[in-house]
Structure formats: structure tokens, C-alpha cells
């Protein structure tokens, strides 16, 4: 069977067993910490928690794209480790038992996969008797069911919380990929067992006291690697055997003419690019772009660590774009997101995949110099390697390649121990993840009890008759609110927008008979409408009955900022290109925000056509209009989605203009003007990158707008009035003061120069007299590296014979230079100018090196040059 074959059989299976069918969801949470080797814990955990219910079906089923962080490192080194993959799963939350957990498991393996019984081995927890006797009813031998302890067969969210015991099941691949022992079974490191479904029964609720009660229904939550499945049923002992990743690995083949299986360190590169380019192009097509940190810093270690091992093949060429192409090839039909978003993956590949290729040069520059320090035989500190992995991503394996190169080795230990450190942060981060599961705060409990608000603010910004919910003062839900309090109140309906979608949240007055309250914000907490601020007057309790008043004048120009950025994306995908979708926003009263996706610094001539464009649609008054229709509907009427978001099966549609084509259709719940011409006016105020592979745009519109452009000519005035000139001619006469300033600095560099050169030459009355030649030490202030090499010129010129020089200068910008420099014949009698340097900065803690002829350098600051003179003279006056 393909994988596809295995995937969809696995959800037919379930589905037919009453379970619902849930599409994958986002590749990775927002915390690139969290591990997802259980992935149905992510995707379903709302309803572990039971602050959601399954409607109409007894279970969920989902194939869920997976991403593993903790152990990169390992990936290639063998055929288990993947970074991306896919997990076949099936959920209960109470809607059947463990017994018909493990008999549709044995029934899909057994009757569906053909999978032959003898060859099935199967695990439990130590005490799981009812798990062993299900399994034995169900015709397994008990020899094939082994009991291992807590760390293998207990699943806990932490210390406290949901838990119950787990079951696995087990693949014999054959004596031939075991340790040989004859102790030798499941659970065993070798690669004779090879687990393929663990499933496991969150029954019980740890209390403090360690003692296990019994949760209100039992959980059911299985996990089957399709990786895995694909690989058995390929009868393949490998999971790069099985046919996608087989098929990355045979375009590899092609593009490094590397042969699969006659060398090991290549098998390792051909399967980490496999590995990772699959994981590279599915990060992208959710929505995740490179960075510096976070998720996106997860994505460029990916990207690098696969270009480093296509140098490592021999591949010198831009490669990883043919990847992305083969991924999309083979799984674009079950994930169209490939598909759709196949311009921005590729466009975001090739830029990163250019931009690692200069990394690798400044990494080399970095590293050399490093090394150049090192005496004969000296190790490299572990810590440069780890700033070279951490700050340049620079491989720590090309970096002992080139150490070895050079005759050092590395301090693997102290990068190690950076880089256990390291993952200890990232641990720590992570674990308040897994607290969450046993602590439910205040508002996850009110969502039990409480209905979702419903929001009535497209009608208008007023709403009398509303019913309040409830009340949370500093964390707690509390039945009465009095004047001066902090509080959140919910009501049952409200005309004021919770913050969402990048749009600000409502501003206004919550107000009843016997109170007055100011609302400074309004947030959601999972569909429960927050309005924050404090009690001004009197008291409210819950289930008074309030009137909700929005700030409409604030709102207003909330709306039109938010119609404006609508207008904007569509602008920039006429002018840019498909590949643009939108990467975030903030649509406030006085600004908005729009971050999209783009690879290049947009020109001025670009930024003034989208400018003009959505002026143009601004200035044709065209209707903005709202209809609400199926998501199938939407996609089908060309209505834009906001890349990587989920929505549910009813959308709203925004529409600016009219007719089967609008300038712009998009899927939004926020707040719009009712035609664009209520924008006024819209104008951009900056333009600048916010990583590798996104662009930010921050306008204004209405009296945004107006105030900015204000501001500007008041500017424009004042710089007028202290040039003397008229607001007209600014520019004309700045040019004039930066001509004539450019021509004051020539002047006074070329006196100072020529000064500097007077002073050399005289300084060669006072020359060192070394063996077969001479040299002028000596200090020249106000000079940079440039002037240091013209002073050496002249004094070269002035010299009669051969010569040498040590010049020192600490610039006007504070700043020490240095250089060292000799004759040819000053050199073939020994002057050595690297050298020099390289022991005058390493003695006084300063940076440089060279060539024998000449050298350069900078020394920490001027307290130290006195001294390095002294030492210069010393060590020539010796012969060195």
C-alpha cells in the first residue's frame, strides 16, 4: 500500500466507526518549545478539557501534520528520526471505551492492513490487567504482550492532572535488525521492534497526593506513525525506504550524483535534506516564515542544516526550490495548501536558501579568525562553535571539518554543554504548556457555565437590555463589582468588538440604574466577550441589566483603517504578485499595520503604484459590502482567506466594489467603513523588512492621515525657516550645505594627512635601527585605517632603503587603528607585519592580523596604546 492508500484507509476506518473526520491543523503552536510527538493533544486538547463537545459523533479521526525540535541533531543518522511527519490518529473524549480502542485497532492492522498476527508484539502498563486481557480476548499470544513500567506505558500532562496508562504495538522486523541478545523484545533500543501505534487511555485525574481518581468519562488518544506504517507495509526497515521520502532522496541522488548505500556520511546528508526539505516546504505553506526566534527560527535551522549538507554533496548550485517542487508534487492533492501558497514556499526558499549562502562565507571569515589565534595543535574553544551554530547558523559539523583542516580540533564538551544549557531553556519554556492541562483558570471554568456572547456591534455601536454573565476581578469570578474596581464583565449580547484579527479592541461605557462603568478594552476569552476597565460609579451584579455604548468616533476610524488594509492587500498582490498574503496586522484608531509576505525591498516607484491604487479605489467611492455564505462558497466565490488561519463552515465576506470581480473580496469578522470613500485619504508612512521572507507597511487614512501630513509640513516649515529658504526650495538648499561640508572634511583630511606624513618622515630621525632595516613606531591621532595606509606611503617614498612602520592613530570617533607595514626587502630580513599585530592586539586585547608586508588591527581603547608602542619597540629592537 502508498502512504496515500495507508492515510485514507485509516480515516475511512474511523468514520465508519462513528468517529468525525478533522482536517490537520497548524503544523506548530506558537511556542516552538512545545514537542508534538502527541499530536492529538494540541489539536484536541479543548476537548479533553471539556471546554468543547462533540457534536453528532462519538470520536474524532485526523491525519495531523506533525513538527519534532528536540533532536535535530539526530535526523539521518538512522532510519527512525524524522523531523516532519504525519500521525494517524483516533479520539474519544468519553464517547467509547479502551476495549473498542483496542479491538478497531486490532481490526484495522489485522483484516484492513493484513498485517500477520505472529509478527505483532504488544506492550502495557505494569498493573493495565484489563488492557492484557483485551488483547488476549482478542487472540493475541500472551508471549507477545510484554509490561513495562511508567516511563514507557504511563502518559501524564504533569504532576497533577489527566493520566492513565498506555499500550503499544509493535512491528517484528526480523532477527536480521536486532542486538542479538536473547533478552531481546520490545522496548529494546535495537531496530528489531519497531512501535508503531501507542494508544492511551487518559482514565484517571493525579491529585496532589499522588493518589489516581477516576475521570468523570474516559479518554481515548492513539497515535500511528504513517511514516512507519508506509515503511511495513513497503516491507522497507526504514522510514526513508518508504515511497515519499524514497522519492527525496532519489532527486537527491540526481542532483549530487551521490549513490544511496555505498557511504555512509552521504546516506546521512542525502536523508537529512529529505527530511528536512518536507518539513521546510509544510512550515511555509501553514504560514511560518524565517526568523530569529520562535517558530521561524525552528524553519531557518531546517533551511541551513539542509543547504550545508547539499555543500556537503557536493551540490554548489541553488537546490532546495527542486525539493520543495517534488514535496508539492507528491502530497499537494492531500494538502492544497502546498499548492496554493507553491509561490510564496518557493520565493521564501530561494531567498533564504541565498541568504545562508553569504552566512556560510561570514561564518568561514568568523571561524578563520578564530583559528588564526590558535597556537599549533591548540583545540578551538567549544564556545566559539556554539556561537557559530547559535549566531551564524553554522553547522558545528562543517565547523570541526574546517578546524581539522587547519590542524585543530574542537571542544565538542563545552559545546555540548552549550547546547544542553540551551535545551534546558527551551524545556522550561515548554513545561508551562504541560501545566496548563492540570490548572483551569477562571475563565476556561465560566465557559462551562456560561454561554458565548453574542456580538450585535454590526448593527451599531449601542445596545440596551444586555444581561450581565459574570464578573472577574483579579483572576476570580466574583458575584458584585463596586466603584473603583478592575474588573471584566460579560454580558449575554454586545455591540463592542473583542480585539481579534489583528483590529483593536472597543472602547466606550458600560452603564445601568445604579452604576457607570468605563471600558478601556475589550477582549475574548474563547467566545466569552471581556469588557475591562473600571467601575466609575455605584455598583453592578451579575444579572443586572446594563446598557453597552461604544466610543462610535473611535470606532469609526477604527473601521476605515481596518477597509484600508483590505484595499492594501489587494493592492499589493496587483503590484507585487499572487505570492504576497498577509503575515499579521494591527488595525487601530489612529494607524494601521499590515505585515505580508515579499522577498525583496520594495522600490519607491513600487510603493508609490500600491499608494495610488488604493487612493484610486478610494477616490471611485466604491460600496463595501458584507454577506455571509459557506466556506466552500467563499473559496469558490475568489474571496482571499488570511494565510494559515482555520475557519469554521459559515464565513463572512467583505467585499469592496461591486460586480463579479471586486477589488477586493476577503474572508473577515471585523468591523468596515460602508464605502470607501469614508477613508478620505490614505498615505504611507514606512516600509521596512521584518524578516527574511515579510515586509511591514504602516499608512494612515481619514484624520490619521491629516495629522501626518500636518506634522510633516510643520517640519517642512521649520526646516525653512533655519535655512533661510522657502518650504520649495528645502531640498536645493540642504544639498548646498552637504556639498560644502563634504568639501570642509577634504580639506581638513588632506591638511591632516599631510601633516601626519611630516610627522612620520620626522619620526625616521628616531627609527628603530633593526637587523637590515629600519622602523618608525610611532602615533599619528585623528587618523583612520585609510589615512594610516597614506601615511605609509609617503613614508616608503621618503625612506632610502629598506623600511618598516608600526602607526597607531585613535580617530576622532574614538576609535584606535593600527597598522603594521615593510618594504620588501624590510621583510626578507625578517619584518613580519601579521605577526606583529597579531601578538601587539592579542597581548593587549585588541583584533587584527594580516599579511608579512602589512597588517591591521584595532586595539579596545586609547589607555593602551602607550604601551603597545613601548612592547612594538621592544620586540623589533629583539629581531622579532
Known amino acids: 500500500m502508498t502512504t496515500a492508500e495507508i492515510r485514507s484507509s485509516f480515516l475511512d476506518f474511523f468514520e465508519a466507526h462513528g468517529c468525525k473526520r478533522f482536517p490537520s491543523s497548524s503544523l506548530v503552536p506558537d511556542d516552538p518549545s512545545l514537542l508534538l510527538a502527541n499530536a492529538g493533544m494540541n489539536q484536541f486538547k479543548q476537548y479533553y478539557l471539556g471546554t468543547k463537545t462533540?457534536?453528532?459523533a462519538i470520536g474524532a479521526t485526523s491525519c495531523q501534520k506533525c513538527l519534532r525540535t528536540n533532536d535535530i541533531d539526530a535526523i539521518g543518522l538512522d532510519g527512525r528520526h524524522l523531523s516532519f511527519f504525519e500521525m494517524l490518529g483516533n479520539f474519544a473524549f468519553g464517547g467509547y471505551s479502551k476495549r473498542q480502542a483496542c479491538e478497531w485497532a486490532f481490526d484495522f492492522i489485522v483484516n484492513h492492513l493484513h498485517l500477520p498476527l505472529d509478527r505483532l508484539y504488544f506492550t502495557v502498563f505494569t498493573d493495565d490487567d484489563d488492557c492484557a486481557a483485551i488483547w488476549e480476548s482478542l487472540g493475541v499470544d500472551p508471549g507477545h504482550i510484554s509490561r513495562l513500567g511508567e516511563d514507557d506505558n504511563f502518559w501524564a500532562a504533569g504532576p497533577t492532572g489527566p493520566c492513565g496508562p498506555c499500550s503499544e504495538i509493535y512491528f517484528d522486523q526480523g532477527e536480521e535488525h536486532g542486538c542479538g541478545s536473547p533478552d531481546c523484545a520490545p522496548g529494546c533500543d535495537c531496530d528489531?521492534?519497531?512501535e508503531f501505534w501507542n494508544l492511551v487511555f487518559t482514565q484517571y485525574d493525579r491529585q496532589e497526593d499522588g493518589t489516581l481518581a477516576d475521570l468523570p468519562h474516559q479518554n481515548v488518544d492513539t497515535g500511528m506513525g504513517l511514516e512507519r506504517m508506509a515503511a511495513i507495509m513497503q516491507h522497507k526497515s526504514s522510514n526513508y525506504d518508504g515511497d515519499i521520502l524514497w522519492s527525496l532522496i532519489e532527486l537527491g541522488e540526481r542532483l549530487s550524483g551521490a549513490t544511496y548505500g555505498q557511504e555512509f556520511s552521504k546516506d546521512v546528508s542525502l536523508r537529512i535534506i529529505a527530511d528536512h526539505s518536507r518539513a521546510v516546504t509544510f512550515m511555509i505553506g501553514d504560514g511560518i516564515l524565517p526568523s530569529n526566534e520562535g517558530r521561524g527560527y525552528v524553519l531557518r535551522r531546517l533551511l541551513r542544516r539542509a543547504v550545508f549538507h547539499g555543500r556537503l554533496l557536493g551540490i554548489e548550485d541553488a537546490f532546495l526550490c527542486d525539493y520543495v517542487a517534488e514535496v508539492t508534487r507528491l502530497m499537494g492533492d492531500t494538502y492544497p495548501e502546498l499548492v496554493e501558497n507553491a509561490a510564496l514556499i518557493e520565493g521564501t526558499v530561494r531567498a533564504e536558501e541565498a541568504r545562508f549562502s553569504s552566512v556560510i562565507?561570514?561564518?568561514r571569515l568568523y571561524l578563520e579568525g578564530e583559528l588564526e589565534r590558535l597556537?599549533?595543535?591548540e583545540t578551538l574553544s567549544g564556545h566559539v562553535a556554539f556561537t557559530l551554530h547559535d549566531t551564524y547558523g553554522f553547522p558545528v559539523d562543517l565547523t570541526r571539518e574546517i578546524a581539522l583542516g587547519a590542524g585543530h580540533d574542537i571542544d565538542q564538551g563545552a559545546f555540548d554543554a552549550d547546547m544542553e544549557a540551551q535545551r534546558s531553556r527551551a524545556r522550561a519554556a515548554g513545561a508551562t504548556d504541560s501545566d496548563a492541562w492540570s490548572q483551569v483558570d477562571v475563565w476556561t471554568a465560566l465557559s462551562d457555565s456560561v454561554d458565548a456572547t453574542e456580538f450585535h456591534g454590526y448593527?451599531?455601536?449601542e445596545l440596551r437590555g444586555c444581561t450581565v454573565l459574570s464578573i472577574v476581578r483579579d483572576g476570580e469570578s466574583v458575584m458584585r463589582a463596586e466603584t473603583g474596581d478592575d474588573v471584566e464583565v460579560v454580558l449575554d449580547r454586545t455591540p463592542f468588538y473583542a480585539e481579534m484579527g489583528g483590529e483593536v479592541g472597543d472602547t466606550g461605557e458600560l452603564s445601568g440604574i445604579e452604576f457607570r462603568m468605563d471600558v478601556d478594552d475589550t477582549v475574548s476569552h474563547d467566545g466569552l466577550t471581556a469588557h475591562v476597565g473600571r467601575v466609575k460609579g455605584g455598583f453592578v451584579r451579575v444579572g443586572d441589566i446594563v446598557t453597552a455604548e461604544?466610543?462610535?468616533?473611535?470606532r469609526e476610524l477604527i473601521r476605515r483603517n481596518h477597509t484600508a488594509t483590505h484595499l492594501l492587500d489587494a493592492a499589493l498582490k496587483r503590484v507585487l504578485g499572487d505570492h504576497v498574503h498577509q503575515a499579521g496586522s494591527l488595525v487601530a484608531p489612529d494607524r494601521l499595520r499590515f505585515d505580508f509576505t515579499h522577498f525583496e525591498a520594495l522600490t519607491q516607484a513600487q510603493v508609490h503604484s500600491i499608494e495610488e491604487l488604493v487612493n484610486e479605489q478610494i477616490f471611485l467611492a466604491l460600496p463595501v459590502t458584507t454577506e455571509l455564505m459557506s466556506i466552500e462558497d467563499a473559496k469558490a466565490s475568489g474571496a482571499v482567506a488570511l494565510f494559515g488561519e482555520k475557519y469554521g463552515d459559515e464565513v463572512r465576506v467583505v467585499r469592496a466594489g461591486e460586480g463579479p470581480e471586486p477589488f477586493s473580496a476577503e474572508l473577515c469578522g471585523g468591523l468596515h467603513a460602508s464605502n470607501t470613500a469614508e477613508l478620505g485619504i490614505f498615505k504611507i508612512v514606512s516600509e521596512g523588512s521584518v524578516g527574511s521572507a515579510a515586509r511591514r507597511i504602516e499608512a494612515v487614512t481619514s484624520l490619521g492621515a491629516l495629522d501626518?501630513?500636518?506634522?510633516?509640513?510643520?517640519a517642512l516649515d521649520a526646516a525653512a525657516a533655519s535655512l533661510k529658504s522657502r518650504p520649495a526650495s528645502v531640498a536645493g538648499a540642504v544639498d548646498d550645505m552637504l556639498a560644502r561640508e563634504r568639501d570642509l572634511k577634504a580639506k581638513l583630511k588632506r591638511a591632516l594627512s599631510g601633516a601626519g606624513a611630516n610627522a612620520a618622515v620626522d619620526a625616521l630621525a628616531g627609527a628603530i635601527q633593526c637587523d637590515?632595516?629600519?622602523?618608525?613606531?610611532?602615533?599619528?591621532?585623528?587618523?583612520?585605517?585609510?589615512?594610516?595606509?597614506?601615511?605609509?606611503?609617503?613614508?616608503?617614498e621618503q625612506a632610502k632603503g629598506p623600511v618598516a612602520c608600526f602607526l597607531v592613530s585613535q580617530s576622532d570617533e574614538g576609535k584606535t587603528s593600527l597598522l603594521a607595514a615593510g618594504t620588501k626587502e624590510a621583510v626578507e630580513a625578517g619584518f613580519d607585519a601579521g605577526a606583529v599585530v597579531k601578538a601587539i592586539t592579542g597581548a593587549f586585547g585588541g583584533r587584527g592580523g594580516g599579511k608579512p608586508a602589512m597588517a591591521q588591527g584595532g586595539l579596545p581603547g586609547p589607555a593602551v596604546i602607550a604601551d603597545a608602542l613601548d612592547a612594538v619597540r621592544e620586540r623589533l629592537g629583539q629581531g622579532k
Open 708 to 714: 501626518f501630513l500636518n506634522g510633516r509640513l510643520d
Open 361 to 363: 562565507e561570514t561564518g
Open 550 to 554: 461604544v466610543d462610535e468616533r473611535r
Open 54 to 56: 462533540l457534536k453528532d
Open 375 to 377: 597556537a599549533e595543535g
Open 192 to 194: 528489531r521492534f519497531l
Open 459 to 461: 448593527e451599531g455601536g
Open 772 to 796: 637590515g632595516y629600519k622602523a618608525v613606531v610611532t602615533r599619528l591621532d585623528g587618523r583612520d585605517a585609510r589615512d594610516l595606509r597614506g601615511v605609509w606611503d609617503t613614508l616608503r
